[in-house]
């Protein structure tokens, strides 16, 4: 036939309507048809028949372009030096699709470019489904395992599995996932039973997170524990639960804080109450006061003189200052009691008592060392300019929730958060009723696929 002409395959007057099929009887050719072209494409597929094409389409409008199948190969392998190796394009249904009972569904290797690409104005780019393995999968060992962006409000990678990974990424030298976004979420994981974003890492940090404008450099939002955070390598447990159901933070081990610790509300110990600890707590409340102030007692018995040298310790003097004394007999009055020596030497003696008699004493002082020096406590305080209005507890004053300090400070990450968490929930809603409508789709396929005709034979 002349170059240009159509190649029809099938029945006659230019309708393809039967199957042509290419069979290779044996042997180790791998293909049973190739086609070459040096100046453009290899083989290019129209379908634009209704539901009843073998095999259906997965959304029931289209037939495939290019369909493939192989027991133990590629369906459809493509390959070029400069262009696409497969090229797939649908205005209503999926681009390129490939499904694997025992490898991967789709899988692209290119030197200079993108292995697998994906396109979509209002769909995902890139979709991958796993029912018991990951949807997406990438590894890398010098670059990106899966790099995903997006520009307007969408999401650059997002992975969803039923019972195994919804995206893992695995980089020897650089990053295993990164995630992209102008407007939204870069890399957002969501699962039902299991971890949403899990990073592992044997020499630096799991999960890395930064903002370099006014965002979270790590955020986690749950219904149970926000942030998890365990070190394993105390004998004792160090953990730390964040946004969790009971409080904003959960601490289970020692707690360094370097830097002044404001507390509104009161402060207080609490331990198993000693009478019933199964089923009750003991709490106390802290003592507070203007100062910095540091209290010593303790109980002296008198010499035979009606005096006692009370010892304390080799810091005090260094550490205190403004010194306050009391004192008080027990047993029996002791009208002449009183401070015989101030503190000097870190001792102070106590005169004018009985011999033998007990005398509870009591000494405080004032913070002097360098540090509560340098940051006294500022009793009272005018708010800053842009607090001034707020609150740290505003329905204490009858005013709204956005009254409260927080919404001073982090105004707009609190009106982002509560545009994300409907944004969300839409999308999980989406995703939900997405995979309700494959599932319902592969179980009619199967059924379809079990009472009609077998599939054509592999084509390339």
């Known amino acids: 036939m002349p170059n240009g002409d159509p190649l029809i395959l099938g029945s006659q007057n230019n309708q393809a309507s039967l199957e042509t099929k290419l069979v290779q009887a044996g042997g180790v050719v791998l293909s049973a048809f190739s086609v070459e072209n040096h100046g453009g494409g290899g083989i290019r597929g129209q379908g634009s028949g209704g539901p009843s094409a073998n095999p259906p389409d997965p959304q029931g409008v289209l037939p495939f372009g290019v369909w493939g199948d192989s027991s133990s190969g590629c369906g459809v392998y493509g390959a070029s030096d400069g262009g696409y190796g497969v090229y797939g394009l649908s205005t209503n249904s999926v681009g390129v699709e490939g499904e694997s009972t025992y490898r991967s569904g789709v899988q692209g290797a290119s030197v200079y ?3 697998v690409r994906g396109i979509s104005d209002r769909f995902f780019g890139v979709e991958g489904v796993g029912s018991d393995s990951a949807g997406v999968y990438g590894a890398s060992t010098t670059g990106t395992g899966v790099f995903g962006t997006s520009w307007e409000g969408g999401v650059g990678v997002l992975g969803q599995s039923d019972t195994a990974t919804g995206v893992e990424g695995i980089s020897f030298e650089s ?5 992209d976004s102008i407007t939204f979420t870069g890399v957002f994981g969501t699962s039902q039973d299991g971890t949403g974003v899990h990073g592992v890492s044997d020499f630096d940090g799991g999960v890395h997170g930064r903002s370099l404008g006014e965002g979270y450099g790590v955020a986690g939002e749950s219904f149970n524990v926000s942030v998890y955070a365990h070190n394993y390598t105390t004998d004792t447990p160090n953990d730390a639960y964040l946004g969790t159901r009971c409080c904003a933070g959960d601490f289970y081990g020692t707690v360094y804080i370097h830097g002044p610790l404001y507390v509104t509300g009161s402060k207080h110990f609490r331990i198993d109450h000693p009478l019933d600890p199964a089923n009750k707590f003991l709490t106390h409340s802290a003592v507070e006061s203007s100062e910095m102030k540091n209290i010593y007692d303790g109980v002296a018995t008198l010499d035979e003189g009606g005096e006692a ?7 005090f003097e260094a550490l205190n200052k403004d010194f306050r004394y009391q004192l008080t007999p027990i047993g ?6 009183h401070v015989a020596e101030e503190i000097h030497d870190n001792r102070f003696r106590i005169g004018g008592g009985a011999s033998g008699m007990k005398v509870s004493w009591q000494v405080s002082g004032i913070r002097k060392d360098a540090w509560a020096v340098a940051d006294r406590t500022a009793i009272e305080e005018e708010k800053p300019a842009e607090e001034r209005g707020y609150y740290l507890h505003p329905a204490l004053y009858g005013e709204p929730e956005e009254r409260g300090i927080v919404w001073a400070r982090y105004g707009e990450h609190m009106q982002k958060i509560e545009e994300q968490q409907g944004r969300i929930e839409e999308l999980r809603r989406q995703m939900g009723e997405e995979r309700r409508q494959r599932t319902e789709e592969m179980r009619r396929r199967m059924e379809e696929g079990q009472e009609g005709e077998e599939p054509p034979e592999a084509t390339t």
Request: charged fraction near 20%; charge should be negative; aromatic fraction near 4%.
């Open 113 to 115: 470019h993108s292995g």
């Open 175 to 179: 990053l295993g996932v990164h995630g």
């Open 309 to 315: 040298l009370v010892e304390l310790p080799e810091y």
């Open 332 to 337: 029996a009055s002791g009208r002449d009691l």
